[in-house]
């Protein structure tokens, strides 16, 4: 196939299929014709690579994270794992964008010194803030320390529940002594 049916296949642009191919994404046969442009010849696997191409693309995932999992399967949930933390990031920050830009635009700013001084005023209040907390990681710090003191944890805890259940006992015989010797009195 000539890359302009590959094009119509894969909704990419001709100039999107050499950029992949020119950065290693892809390794089509070609012919240089006599002004040495390279005329390709794809075949069904090339289509199917660059339509996995395009849809890592639209998750944003960079060109450099498809060539690593592209050239070996086992990078693929590294890869996953950091492009999901850079996604969270990016989130955050379009999120602290989002909230100074509606921030600016309630107080119906006039001119370009008002909006730059409402916007100025969101990144003060936000650089104030702390930094976020990274769940993740503390939860694998936390089950690490934890690790080697789980049957402690898991003895004192089945105690603990042996006690109450223990000392609930005695209350209701206790409580049933009681007031079946109220009763009896009456």
């Not at 994270?65 to 693929?76: A, G, N, P, Q, T």
Request: overall charge neutral; some cysteine; charged content about 25%.
């Amino acid at each position: 196939m000539k890359i302009k049916e590959v094009s119509k296949l894969t909704n990419l642009t001709d100039k999107a299929i050499r950029f992949y191919i020119n950065n290693g994404l892809l390794n089509p046969s070609y012919t240089e014709n006599y002004a040495g442009r390279k005329n390709y010849s794809f075949n069904e696997n090339d289509v199917e690579v660059l339509k996995k191409i395009a849809l890592l693309r639209s998750y944003s995932f960079s060109v450099s994270d498809i060539k690593r999992m592209l050239d070996d399967d086992s990078e693929i949930c590294d890869v996953l794992e950091n492009h999901i933390c850079e996604m969270r990031i990016n989130a955050a920050q379009n999120s602290f964008i989002l909230h100074n830009l509606l921030n600016a635009s309630i107080t119906a700013s006039v001119s370009l010194d008002d909006l730059c001084l409402a916007l100025e005023e969101g990144k003060e209040v936000e650089s104030k803030k702390e930094e976020p907390i990274d769940f993740r990681s503390t939860a694998k710090n936390y089950l690490r320390n934890i690790k080697p003191k789980i049957s402690k944890i898991l003895l004192i805890s089945f105690s603990a529940v042996l006690t109450g259940i223990a000392l609930i006992t005695v209350i209701i015989i206790t409580l049933t002594h009681l007031f079946m010797n109220m009763g009896g009195a009456i």
